[in-house]
């Protein structure tokens, strides 16, 4: 049987309303205000080809695919990869390439329009918020593309190719909608030769690393920059990473649940009382209130600061502006003390970089026929090669060439083993994003004390557990 999918009946007004309320919606052009006035948005018949067992999802062969990517982070060199590869597999298909940053201006009329992509990259800082798109129905059920056979073995389906954590991520209720194609780690990330030169040890806990800060600060460097303007909140993962591996999963499954008094557990209290002492240091480079991700990141390679906290994008996103001896290299957040439950290797991976498949695409078994081609061992090894970044496929860095990064990052991950966590509550739950950015950089540049910042996220948590309008999740 061909796959199907599911019904939609969106609403187009209303799908603008939670746009608008999720704060997400541009100023409307003449376009969108048509769209809107359209009225109800019902279904659109997409491109169907016959199942075989060499074309599992029923995709048209002749069928174009529209394929729209986020160039951030990592690009987009990976994607024409895999367009090529798809290209391989179905000559007769025209391929269109689009490459963007600015993802729910330009995405959010072709939703409307019931004219979305037939995959999209929604990611980065303008991207359409998740919830949004779930509860309005606009996301294909990804179901059937998990149950596939895989390209490289017809008797191992999909969905056990993939890495620990990259089903729960993108499910949402019973329904995996989202492929988070990107394995990403949240680390420290610190110059190799730099600390060598200086004999510093990477610290393993907290006290280790405020010794530390205090010999890098005298030495004339910044210990740690960030970028205030918009990514101030990549900072959370030294508090809200060591509180986890200090106190256990229980510590974030409570906040994700929207636990009362979830953001003042004693770990979480602790490690961010920390943070606030090692902003009262001095230890965050001046005038990085001001600056975008770039440019804390360039000051970074250029040697005034000694750590910078990132995801594994960074090298990739860095390309070209760090020093080519730079060698950027991964280390694990430090624990609170000795007694944490979670060893000191542990890391936050979180699978990232989100692609869906849009319920109206035009082309929906294309569209997960592609997102099956990523999957494979060479759509996997083309893209960590092409970023220098771990894909959400199981070995597809064994044969890779690795970069500095990507070696620390494999090596970080195999010391790690099990010992790996994540979040939810960003995802689930769009407001928090904004409030993040606002209320870390509030911490670090001292307007605000540990108790005070605790205090805002965990209002923002009771008000959406109380609000009955909101979709809950649960882990």
């Known amino acids: 049987m061909t796959p199907s999918r599911p019904p939609t009946g969106i609403d187009r007004r209303q799908f603008l309303q939670r746009l608008a309320a999720a704060g997400l919606l541009a100023v409307p052009g003449a376009g969108l205000l048509s769209a809107c006035a359209t009225g109800g948005g019902g279904t659109t018949t997409a491109a169907q080809g016959q ?32 367009e090529a590869m798809y290209k391989q597999r179905y000559p007769q298909a025209q391929v269109k390439h689009s490459a963007s940053t600015q993802i729910a201006q330009e995405m959010q009329p072709r939703f409307v329009a019931g004219n979305p992509p037939d995959v999209l990259d929604d990611t980065g800082a303008q991207k359409i918020e998740y919830a949004v798109l779930v509860n309005d129905n606009q996301l294909t059920d990804l179901g059937p593309l998990l149950d596939a056979p895989s390209v490289d073995d017809p ?23 989202i492929l988070n194609y990107v394995y990403e780690t949240y680390a420290l990330w610190y110059s190799k030769p730099l600390f060598e030169k200086n004999g510093w040890q990477v610290p393993t806990t907290w006290d280790e690393m405020m010794a530390l800060c205090e010999k890098i600060k005298a030495a004339g460097i910044a210990p740690f920059a960030y970028g205030g303007v918009n990514a101030g909140d990549y900072v959370i993962d030294l508090n809200l990473g060591a509180a986890i591996k200090q106190g256990g999963l229980d510590v974030v499954k409570n906040i994700d649940n929207l636990q009362s008094g979830a953001w003042t557990q004693d770990t979480v209290l602790a490690a961010t009382q920390r943070l606030e002492e090692m902003a009262r240091k001095g230890y965050f480079m001046p005038g990085s209130e001001g600056l975008k991700h770039t440019e804390a990141q360039t000051a970074w390679v250029q040697g005034k600061a000694a750590f910078y906290v990132s995801g594994s994008w960074i090298e990739n996103e860095m390309k070209g502006i760090a020093p080519p001896d730079f060698a950027m290299t991964a280390a694990p957040v430090p624990v609170l003390d000795s007694s944490s439950a979670m060893p000191v290797t542990a890391l936050r991976t979180q699978p990232a970089e989100a692609f869906v498949v849009p319920s109206k695409a035009k082309n929906v078994n294309g ?34 060439k690795k970069t500095p990064a990507l070696e620390s990052l494999t090596a970080a991950l195999a010391a790690a083993g099990p010992n790996v966590f994540s979040w939810q509550f960003r995802t689930w739950y769009s407001t928090y994003s904004t409030l993040l950015i606002t209320e870390t950089t509030n911490l670090l540049a001292g307007r605000t004390d540990a108790k005070g910042y605790l205090a805002k996220l965990q209002a923002e948590t009771d008000r959406i557990a109380a609000d009955s309008s909101i979709t809950k999740y649960h882990r």
């Open 367 to 400: 569209g997960m026929e592609y997102l099956r081609t990523m999957l494979s061992k060479e759509g996997g090894m083309k893209f960590a090669e092409l970023t220098a970044s771990v894909p959400a496929v199981k070995d597809a860095t064994a044969q890779a």
């Open 51 to 82: 199942v075989s067992a060499t074309n599992p999802l029923g995709v048209a062969a002749d069928a174009p695919l529209d394929v729209v990517i986020f160039k951030g982070g990592y690009g987009d060199d990976y994607a024409i990869a895999h």
């Open 155 to 177: 008797n191992v389906k999909v969905r056990d190719t993939l890495l620990p954590g990259v089903i729960e991520q993108g499910t949402f209720g019973d329904k995996f909608v």
